[in-house]
């Protein structure tokens, strides 16, 4: 599975952003997706994950009722709405794919992952 975010830019406080992660390869349906983050200095930080169906999301605290993840099995697409964006939320976001849900909505690392988009929010 090959993947590509976009989407990344940079926003106000209290503005939005939507990601895209377009996923190549076969069977997109049959992996969980998820979001993660990596801020300058810090480690990575798991955003949000999805499972195949797209009936069962999860959320870091910091994003939980900002952020809503989303996917789109025909299209082999994964979203990312985010909404109330804070500077906080400023890092690099990376889209993951792995066939394990719980390793990913448990913040693990998932077996493959895109190049990263960034997105600053200005204060």
């Known amino acids: 599975v090959q993947l590509q975010a976009s989407g990344g830019g940079l926003a106000q406080t209290g503005g939005s952003l939507v990601l895209s992660c377009a996923a190549s390869?076969?069977?997109?349906?049959?992996?969980?997706m998820g979001w993660s983050r990596q801020a300058p200095g810090k480690e990575r930080e798991f955003v949000a994950a999805?499972?195949?169906?797209?009936?069962?999301?999860y959320y870091s605290d910091s994003v939980k009722g900002r952020f809503a993840i989303s996917r789109d099995n025909a299209g082999n697409t994964v979203y990312l709405q985010m909404n109330s964006l804070k500077p906080e939320d400023t890092a690099v976001y990376y889209c993951?794919?792995?066939?394990?849900?719980?390793?990913?909505?448990?913040?693990?690392?998932?077996?493959?992952w895109g190049q990263g988009t960034q997105v600053t929010v200005s204060s």
């Open positions: 999805i499972n195949w169906t797209g009936r069962s999301a």
């Open positions: 390869g076969r069977d997109f349906s049959t992996y969980a």
């Open positions: 993951e794919a792995d066939r394990s849900y719980q390793r990913l909505y448990s913040g693990g690392r998932g077996s493959y």
